[in-house]
């Protein structure tokens, strides 16, 4: 029996100011204002993977100083988030924001905003295999360009992988800037790291990941 999850009823959550997931949400947009503002002078590609309704970047642009220099681009399978993204951005004044409705594994959904200036990974590495999170640590800096800033997301419930991950990312050239072991029922952490130095690798042609395969419970 396969359990399909409802991802449009799943973001009720963020409705509950206390809920894990709006915890979370909290820290993302933090530390994605940061990153935008560490991001070079000049236009800042934000590229944002399984995006879900968009609220993390949709929550921070609209008050942010370098607002007109972000041009992003949320990648999202579902339909109904997708619109629903489109609106938020559309209320927002935020027409420098693209939504697509697109499958998010293939770099060919997004290849025309790289490289970026910031990669979220938020609300996936708790729903694909071990293998899939270290083939996409692994390809990001193919996705990033030099000094680019990563915030990634992924469960601490047993087996925390958290640990293997942040090592994944130091192998693949990355620093640490923070990582966030949030106290919540769901036991978060929400990591930062910035790409020291991008090699010369052709970007993926296979899927970075097939989403839904770690527990059955999918909790992002």
Known sequence: MVCVMDWVAWHGAYEDPSSSLSTRLRRVRYHLSGAIDRAPPGPVSVVSLCAGQGRDVIGVLPDHPRREDVRAVLIEADATNSALARRAAADAGLAQV?????????????????????????????????????????????????????????????????????????????????????????????????????????????????????????RR
């Open 98 to 218: 693209d939504i697509r409705q697109a499958d998010a594994s293939l770099v060919t959904s997004f290849a025309d905003a790289l490289p970026a200036g910031v990669l979220l990974l938020c609300g996936i590495f708790g729903n694909i295999s071990d293998r899939d999170i270290q083939r996409t640590v692994e390809a990001a800096p193919a996705l990033c360009r030099p000094g680019a800033t990563v915030i990634w997301t992924r469960h601490r419930r047993p087996p925390d992988l958290t640990s293997r991950v942040r090592g994944w990312f130091a192998a693949s050239g990355f620093e640490e800037i923070a990582f966030d072991a949030l106290s919540t029922d769901t036991l978060t952490g929400v990591g930062v790291n910035r790409l020291r130095h991008a090699p010369a690798a052709a970007l993926p042609d296979a899927p970075l990941f097939t989403f839904g395969t770690d527990d059955p419970g999918r």
